[in-house]
C-alpha cells in the first residue's frame, strides 16, 4: 500500500471533485504573518532597496515583480532566511531583466506554439493553486527557443493567475 488512492471521484467537467476548480478559494490573509517572517519581509525589502534600487527604478515591470507577495514567496522558499533570500531574489531580477519573460504576455510572441494547445493554465486546485496543464502528444514542431518561449509564457501567465500570498 502506497497510500494513492486507487480512484478519485469525478466532479463536474471530468474533473477530480474535491482536488481542481475553476474558482479560488479563501486563504488565509497575507498581512497576519506569523513573527518570523513579519520581521524578515521588511529586512529582505530594505536589503533589495540598498543592491537593486536602481535596477527597479528603471523597470516598472521588474519593480512590480518585487511586491511584498513576490519578496514572501523566497523568503518562505528559504525558510525565512533573509540573506538566501535575496540572493535567490536578485538572480530571478538578473534573468527577468535580460530576458524579458513579460514581452511573452503578447500572444503574437507564442502563436505558434500556443495553438497546438500543449501547455496552457487552466482552473484553480483546492487551495486556490492554477493549475498548469502540459499536454506533450500535442506539442507542435518549433525551436528549443520557441518552445522556451511558450513554457515561460504559461508559467507568467500562471504566476499572474496565483492569488497574492
Known sequence: QDGYPRSISTGPGGLP????????????????????????????????AESSGRLLAGDPLLAEFAS???LLRYLRAKKRDVG???????????????????????????????GAGSNYVHGFDGFGHPVVYVRAARESPGTFE??????????????RAAKAG
Not at 91 to 110: F, I, N, Y
Not at 146 to 159: F, G, R
Open 146 to 159: 520557441e518552445k522556451l518561449d511558450l513554457l515561460v509564457c504559461v508559467t507568467e501567465e500562471a504566476c
Open 17 to 48: 471533485s474535491g482536488i481542481y476548480s475553476d474558482t479560488r478559494v479563501d486563504v488565509p490573509d497575507p498581512r497576519n504573518l506569523p513573527a518570523d517572517e513579519a520581521a524578515g519581509l521588511p529586512r529582505l525589502r530594505a536589503m533589495l
Open 68 to 70: 511584498d507577495d513576490c
Open 84 to 114: 538566501a533570500a535575496h540572493t535567490m531574489l536578485l538572480a530571478s531580477l538578473k534573468w527577468r531583466a535580460q530576458h524579458e519573460p513579460q514581452r511573452l504576455l503578447d500572444p503574437a510572441a507564442v502563436a505558434s506554439q500556443m
